[in-house]
C-alpha cells in the first residue's frame, strides 16, 4: 500500500462544523473520528455544506491525514475494503516523476502489468496479477468505462496525465462492489479538482517530433465548479509506422446542495496512429484511428440514509487497416474492420448504520452493443460507419448485465470485517443466476501493525472479441461463457515513523478460464472455456519517507522499493497458449526523489522486469520462431526546478538505450529525451 501519510499532532472531532475553515484543521494530524461513516461523509463535501454529526463512541479509528480531499463515494468503496492492497498514486507523485503518460504512470507500480505496442498512451494492455488484458476493469471517477469490444482499447482516456488527482489501484478481485469484469483488480482513475479559480498551460518538446501542449482550467463559485481540459500530443514515431496524433477535450462540473451534490463529465477524444506489427508481424504496416466519447450523470445525498446514483454512456468507434497503404494490399484483402460500441449503464447504492454496523445495497444495470463489420451476428444490411464513410457496419450483438449486491460491515475496538454478495445475471445467458459471495477482514493490533485477510469470487465475460472474431489466423467462439475465480488474500501492513511497509501473497483459483489456444501452428487461434487455472503471488511494497527528517531539510524526500513474484499454472497440455501462460513473474521497481540545489529537485525510476511466456518472431526469411521473452532493465529519471507557479523540467528515459519488447514482435523505443514548462495561474 502506498501512502502519503504523516503523523504530527493528534486533535479530537465530536462534531464536523460549516465553518468554511474547520475542514483545515486537519492537516499533517492524527485526527480521532468518532465514526468511520462520519469520517467518509465529512469529505465528500466541502465543509461549508458538511452536516454535522453526532458523536458515536464504540466505532472510533485512526486516520493519518497529509492532506484533505474531496473524495466521492463510489471511489471510498475502494478505500472501504480493509484487507486488500489499495495502491494511491497522488498528484504530487505525479509531478516530480519522470512521466509525461498514463502508461508511464502505471508502469513504475510494481503490481501491475502494462504491456505497451505504442508509447506515450498510443496503445497498451494492462494486467493484474498474472490475470489478462481482459480481466481489469477501468473507472474514470468512479464510471466503468471498460470496453466490451476488447480490453485492448480500455486505456483510450479522454485525459492527459496532467489532468490527473490521483490514481487509486484494487489489487485482486473487486466484482463484489464494482460487478462483472473486476476479475483480478480495479484501476480508478480521478480527475483534478480544485477550490481556486485557476488555469493550467503546458508545452512539451522531445525526440521523434514529439510535442504535447494542453491547457485546463477550474473555475469555482460558491455552489459550483467547473474543469475543463484540452490536449493535443503527436510525434512523427520513434522508428517505421510508430507516428502518433491524438487530441481530446474533457470537462467535468459539480452542483453542491444541501447534504447532496449532482456531478457530471463529458469528453471527447480522437487517436490515430501507426500500428507496426500491433497485431501480426507478418504485415506490419498496420493502422487504427479511434474516437471515443463519455458523458455521464451522479447525484449522492447524505443524512441517516446516505445514497447514490449514476447514469453514463460511453461510445468508441475503431477502424483498424491491415495495410496502411490500400496499393499494399493483396487480392484477398476485401476491407478495412469498423467497430462501434455504444455503453450504456445505472447504478445506485444506499448505505445506512445501525447497530449491526454499515448496510449497503447495490443495483447496477449495464447494456452493452457492438456494430461492426466483424463482429457479431449478421443483420442483412449495411449502415454507414461512424466517422467513416467509406465503411460499414452488417453486423451487431447486444447484451445486458444486470447484479444487485448486498454488503454487511462491522468494526469493534481492532477488529474490522465485510460480508457481501453479489447476484449477477446477464442477458445473453438469461437462465442462469450465479452468485459471488465474499468476506474481507482486518485486526489493527495498534496504530502501526494490521493483519489482514479475504476471500472473494469473482467473474468476467467474455468481449464481443472473444465471441465473433475471425480473420486469417483466428475464429471466435459464441459457445464461451463467463470465467470465475475464487481468490484469497493474506497480508500485514506496518507504518511507523518513515517507514510503511506492506505484505501481501494472493492465490486465485480461476474455472472456465478464457484463453486463445490452438493445437498445432497450423490451426488458427480460438479461445475457449479451460478448466482451471491457478495462480500464486507476492506482493511487497515499502516506503522510506524521509522528508519527515530534520524539519523536511534532509536531502532525500523518499525512497520506494515495490517487488512482486507470480507464478501460474493451466491444464493447458498438447495446447499453445496465447494469453493465459503469458505474464509477469518478476517485476521490481525502485523509485528515488531528492533535492539538487535550491528549486532543483530529480526523480529517479529503476524498473526490471521478466516475463513467463513465448512469442512467434518473423525471422528474415518470413518463418515464425517460438521465442522466449527476455528480462530487462529500464531507467528514467527527471530533473526540475519550481517556483511561483513555474515547473521546468527534462526527462530522459529508457538512459541505458535498452532494446526491449513487451508485446510480439512490437519493439519498444530507446532512450528518448524531452523538456517541458508548466505552469499554474490563479485567478
Do not use: C
Not at 512539451?204 to 465548479?225: D, E, M
Amino acid at each position: 500500500m502506498q501512502h502519503n501519510y504523516r503523523s504530527q499532532s493528534t486533535s479530537y472531532f465530536s462534531r464536523w462544523t460549516r465553518e468554511s475553515y474547520a475542514v483545515f484543521n486537519s492537516l499533517n494530524k492524527v485526527i480521532k473520528i468518532s465514526s468511520l461513516s462520519v469520517a467518509i461523509t465529512a469529505t465528500l463535501l466541502p465543509a461549508n455544506v458538511v452536516a454535522q454529526e453526532e458523536k458515536t463512541n464504540n466505532t472510533t479509528s485512526d486516520y493519518y491525514l497529509d492532506e484533505v480531499e474531496l473524495v466521492e463515494p463510489q471511489e471510498l468503496q475502494v478505500f472501504e475494503v480493509p484487507s486488500r492492497v489499495i495502491s494511491v498514486i497522488s498528484s504530487r507523485e505525479l509531478q516530480s516523476a519522470p512521466i509525461e503518460s498514463v502508461q508511464d504512470i502505471l508502469n513504475n507500480i510494481s503490481q501491475l502489468d502494462l504491456r505497451q505496442r505504442g508509447n506515450n498512451d498510443v496503445q497498451a494492455d494492462i494486467s493484474i496479477r498474472g490475470g489478462t488484458f481482459d480481466q481489469v476493469l477501468i473507472m474514470l471517477n468512479g464510471i466503468n468505462i471498460t470496453n466490451p469490444q476488447t480490453g485492448h482499447h480500455n486505456l483510450d482516456l479522454p485525459i492527459s496525465f496532467d489532468q490527473i488527482e490521483r490514481v487509486e489501484i484494487l489489487n485482486g478481485a473487486g466484482s463484489l462492489s464494482f460487478g462483472a469484469n473486476a476479475y483480478s483488480g480495479v484501476i480508478n482513475i480521478i480527475t483534478k479538482s480544485s477550490t481556486e479559480n485557476q488555469a493550467n498551460l503546458k508545452a512539451i518538446l522531445g525526440s521523434y517530433g514529439l510535442y504535447n501542449v494542453g491547457v485546463s482550467a477550474n473555475l469555482v463559485g460558491k455552489k459550483q465548479r467547473h474543469f475543463i481540459a484540452v490536449n493535443h500530443d503527436q510525434s512523427s514515431g520513434y522508428t517505421d509506422n510508430t507516428d502518433f496524433n491524438r487530441s481530446s477535450v474533457y470537462y467535468n462540473g459539480k452542483y453542491l446542495l444541501n447534504k447532496s451534490f449532482l456531478q457530471w463529465q463529458m469528453s471527447f477524444a480522437d487517436k490515430a496512429f501507426g500500428a507496426q506489427s500491433f497485431y501480426t508481424a507478418k504485415y506490419p504496416n498496420q493502422f487504427e484511428q479511434t474516437q471515443s466519447a463519455i458523458a455521464s450523470l451522479k447525484f449522492a445525498s447524505f443524512g441517516k440514509v446516505s445514497t447514490e446514483s449514476n447514469i453514463y454512456w460511453n461510445m468508441h468507434s475503431d477502424r483498424f487497416e491491415l495495410f496502411r497503404n490500400n496499393e499494399e494490399a493483396p487480392s484477398w484483402y476485401k476491407h478495412h474492420n469498423y467497430h462501434l460500441t455504444n455503453v450504456a449503464g445505472g447504478n445506485t447504492k444506499f448505505k445506512f448504520a445501525s447497530v449491526l454496523g454499515k448496510t449497503s445495497i447495490g443495483l447496477d444495470l449495464r447494456y452493452e452493443n457492438i456494430a461492426s463489420n466483424v463482429l457479431g451476428e449478421p443483420t442483412g444490411e449495411e449502415k454507414d460507419a461512424w466517422f467513416n464513410p467509406n465503411g460499414y457496419y452488417d453486423k451487431e450483438a447486444s447484451r445486458l448485465n444486470t447484479s444487485v449486491s448486498v454488503e454487511q460491515s462491522y468494526k469493534y475496538k481492532g477488529f474490522s470485517t465485510i460480508v457481501a454478495l453479489m447476484v449477477n445475471n446477464n442477458s445473453a445467458y438469461s437462465d442462469k443466476i450465479n452468485f459471488y459471495p465474499g468476506v474481507d477482514v482486518n485486526y489493527k493490533f495498534n496504530k502501526s501493525f494490521i493483519a489482514k485477510a479475504s476471500f472473494n469470487k469473482t467473474l468476467r465475460l467474455p468481449t464481443f472479441t472473444d465471441l465473433y472474431y475471425s480473420g486469417p489466423a483466428n475464429i471466435g467462439n459464441p459457445d464461451l461463457i463467463a470465467e470465475e475465480a475464487v481468490n484469497f488474500d493474506l497480508g500485514v501492513n506496518f507504518n511507523y515513523g518513515i517507514l510503511d511497509v506492506n505484505l501481501t501473497s494472493f492465490n486465485s483459483i480461476g474455472n472456465n478460464s478464457i484463453d486463445w489456444v490452438r493445437k498445432s501452428d497450423t490451426d488458427k487461434w480460438q479461445p475457449m472455456n479451460l478448466t482451471r487455472t491457478e495462480t500464486y503471488g507476492i506482493d511487497i511494497s515499502s516506503r522510506f519517507k524521509l522528508e519527515e527528517l530534520n524539519n523536511g531539510n534532509f536531502f532525500v524526500n523518499n525512497i520506494i522499493v515495490q517487488y512482486t513474484f507470480i507464478d501460474k499454472y493451466s491444464n493447458t497440455e498438447g495446447l499453445s497458449s496465447a494469453y493465459v501462460n503469458d505474464y509477469l513473474r518478476h517485476k521490481f521497481v525502485f523509485g528515488l526523489d531528492h533535492k539538487i540545489y535550491g528549486n532543483f529537485s530529480a526523480n529517479w525510476k529503476l524498473r526490471y522486469q521478466q516475463r513467463n511466456g513465448n512469442y512467434m518472431f518473423l525471422d528474415d526469411a518470413g518463418n515464425d520462431v517460438l521465442t522466449p521473452y527476455g528480462d530487462y532493465t529500464l531507467l528514467d529519471a527527471r530533473v526540475n526546478w519550481k517556483s511561483k507557479g513555474w515547473m521546468i523540467f527534462a526527462d530522459v528515459k529508457n538512459i541505458f538505450d535498452t532494446q526491449y519488447i513487451d508485446y510480439g514482435n512490437v519493439l519498444q523505443p530507446g532512450h528518448w529525451f524531452s523538456i517541458g514548462v508548466k505552469k499554474e495561474l490563479n485567478f
